[in-house]
C-alpha cells in the first residue's frame, strides 16, 4: 500500500498553527504535528522536521536552514564570487548531510541548476571550488539520480575526463557517477555511452594506491551492472558487462588492483 505524503508547506503550516492557536512551544509544535499526520498514514521521511525561528514578535514563517544556506548559494553564483560560493557550497554541503529530507527539499526548491552554475565556474580553474561542487552534486543526487540531465551527465563525464590525475576530484566525480546510476536505467545508459567506463577502470589502474578512489570505482563499475530500474522493461547490464570486461580490461584491472598494483 502506497503511504500518504504531505507537502513541506503543508507540515510548516501545521507546526505554526499548533504555535499561534494553541499556544505551544516551537519542539512541542513540531512533535505534535509529526503525531497528528503519523497517525493519518503519513509519510514524513522527506519531510525537514525542525523548529520554527522565533523573534519578540512572535513566530515568524519557518524559514529552514537547507534554503537558507541555497539562497546564499545562489545569490553568490550570481555574483560570480568563487570566495562565498565556497563559503556557501561547505553550508550547503554541511546541511544536506543533517537528513535525506534536507536533500529532498533542496531539490524541491531548485537546488540542482543552482549546483550545476558553481559547477561551471569552478571548472574554469578552481580545483577546490571543483571539489567542493562535485561533493555538492554527489549529496544531492544521493537518492534522488533523476535529478541528473544530458548537460550535467555530459559535464560529470568530461570533468572526470579532465581531471584524471587527481584522485580526490575523480574520487568524488565517480561517487556522483554512482549516486545518478543507482536504480536510473537511463543515466546508466547515458554515462557509458558518453564514455564512461574507461574513466572508471582507468581510475583503479591510475589510482591503485588510493584505496577511495577504487572503492568509489568499483562500486560504479558494479552499478552498471544492475537490473535496479522497475520504470523499464529491460536493461542493459549484461552488455555493460561485457563492455567491462571485453573492451576495458575490466577483469585484468579488478584482479591487478586486488593484488595491490597497477596492470602493465
Not at 67 to 75: E, S
Not at 110 to 124: C, D, E, R
Amino acid at each position: 500500500m502506497t503511504s500518504k505524503r504531505i507537502t513541506q508547506e503543508t507540515f510548516d503550516a501545521a507546526v505554526q498553527e499548533n504555535i499561534e492557536e494553541f499556544e505551544m512551544g516551537p519542539e512541542e509544535a513540531v512533535k505534535e504535528a509529526m503525531e497528528q499526520f503519523e497517525s493519518q498514514g503519513v509519510d514524513l521521511s522527506n519531510i525537514v522536521k525542525s523548529v520554527p525561528k522565533v523573534s519578540a514578535d512572535g513566530p515568524q514563517e519557518p524559514t529552514h536552514d537547507i534554503l537558507q544556506a541555497l539562497g546564499d548559494l545562489q545569490k553568490s553564483v550570481a555574483s560570480s564570487s568563487p570566495e562565498e560560493v565556497s563559503t556557501h557550497l561547505t553550508r550547503f554541503c554541511d546541511q544536506c548531510k543533517q537528513h535525506k529530507a534536507c536533500r529532498f527539499l533542496a531539490a524541491q526548491k531548485g537546488a540542482y541548476p543552482i549546483i550545476l552554475a558553481a559547477w561551471k565556474l569552478a571548472a574554469a580553474g578552481d580545483q577546490n571550488l571543483l571539489l567542493q561542487a562535485l561533493n555538492a552534486l554527489s549529496m544531492l543526487t544521493d537518492g534522488q539520480p533523476d535529478l541528473l540531465d544530458t548537460q550535467g551527465l555530459q559535464l560529470l563525464v568530461d570533468t572526470l575526463a579532465q581531471s584524471a590525475n587527481e584522485a580526490n576530484l575523480t574520487c568524488s566525480g565517480i561517487r556522483c557517477v554512482r549516486h545518478a546510476s543507482l536504480k536510473h536505467e537511463q543515466n546508466r545508459q547515458g554515462l557509458v555511452k558518453a564514455g564512461v567506463l574507461p574513466l572508471l577502470t582507468s581510475a583503479i589502474a591510475q589510482h591503485g594506491q588510493h584505496a577511495d578512489v577504487v572503492r568509489e570505482a568499483c562500486w560504479a563499475l558494479r552499478i552498471m551492472t544492475f537490473d535496479d530500474d522497475i520504470r523499464v522493461p529491460y536493461s542493459n547490464a549484461h552488455n555493460h558487462a561485457k563492455m567491462i570486461v571485453q573492451e576495458n580490461r575490466g577483469l585484468k584491472v579488478l584482479i591487478e588492483a586486488a593484488k595491490g598494483r597497477s596492470p602493465s
